[in-house]
């Protein structure tokens, strides 16, 4: 049965339709956008402006978790996510924060963040108690090792079967720590200790991740999977990801994580007002 609603702090979303989830990098090495947002003024701008064009939630970065990419400190997560989480507070929407820390977790979810997306899964030992006791929303996403090796010959004996029952044992723990169903969004971590062809049967199996009666959130936009297939550099994949994104959601998504959130908006809206018209065609006509 495909979920219903999603559960974000005091807001609560509906999945009949696909939400958009807006990138924002404070970071000076983010792969897509690095050092664009440095300036917090910049970030909380950007933010303004994907809310104007659609996003439904922000997700605010202070690591990046590119490939390669070096763990930062907890005080310089800090100093780059807490004065964009403070001005866009206010603005009474959904934030998410992208974070692997628990003693950040639960700092930004006293401030009023709403939602908590963890690329390690909810891997350390406390993540899943510093969110258990709040009303957020947790992004679980599968990872083969870390960002400064995951990149390194990943292999796999069936790549969707091993992250599928990643996720569900993630989901089972969750559910075992009081998290309700509702709370959950699960997600394949394309780019994440992968490979081009993982990443493709991934999308193509996106459905079989589905299955598990969570909400999926697809994070392709300017992959470089997407860089491979079309020789374009990040800033030129805007075509790309939007067609990943309409994949994704074609494939069982509920949430694209984007950084072009107007013509993702777009894309969307109209495979939206598509969905009544499609006809199902049985065996016999
Ligand atoms: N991808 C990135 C970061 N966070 N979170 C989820 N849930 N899913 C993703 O696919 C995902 C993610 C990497 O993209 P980006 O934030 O643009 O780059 P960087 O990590 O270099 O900041």
């Given at each position: 049965m495909r979920p219903e609603f999603l559960r974000c702090g005091a807001f609560r979303f509906s999945l009949e339709r696909p939400l958009i989830m807006g990138v924002i990098n404070v970071t000076p090495d983010s792969f897509s956008d690095g050092g664009e947002l440095v300036d917090p003024q910049l970030a909380i701008d950007r933010a303004k402006i994907q809310l104007e064009q659609g996003a439904d939630i922000l997700d605010i970065g202070g690591e990046s978790t590119r490939p390669g990419a070096a763990p930062v400190s907890l005080e310089m997560e800090r100093r780059r996510v807490l004065p964009v989480l403070e001005a866009l507070l206010p603005l009474g929407v959904p934030i998410s924060i992208d974070t692997r820390k628990p003693a950040f977790m639960r700092e930004v979810l006293n401030l009023g963040a709403s939602m908590i997306n963890d690329v390690s899964g909810?891997?350390?030992?406390?993540a899943l108690e510093a969110v258990a006791e709040t009303e957020c929303c947790l992004c679980i996403m599968h990872m083969l090792g870390e960002p400064n090796n995951m990149q390194n010959h990943p292999q796999y004996d069936n790549v969707v079967e091993t992250v599928t029952q990643f996720l569900a044992g993630r989901v089972a723990q969750a559910l075992a720590a009081?998290?309700?169903?509702?709370r959950l969004v699960i997600d394949p971590g394309f780019g994440f200790g992968k490979t081009l062809d993982h990443n493709l049967s991934l999308l193509g199996h996106l459905s079989q991740i589905a299955d598990l009666q969570c909400a999926v959130l697809a994070g392709l936009s300017r992959k470089s999977m997407l860089g491979t297939l079309t020789g374009h550099a990040p800033r030129d994949r805007v075509h790309a990801s939007v067609a990943a994104a309409l994949i994704a959601v074609q494939n069982g998504a509920h949430i694209v994580r984007v950084h072009d959130v107007g013509p993702t908006r777009d894309a969307l809206t109209l495979w939206a007002a598509l969905q009544p018209h499609i006809q199902v065609r049985r065996p016999e006509e």
């Open positions: 909810f891997g350390e030992p406390s009081g998290i309700s169903r509702e």
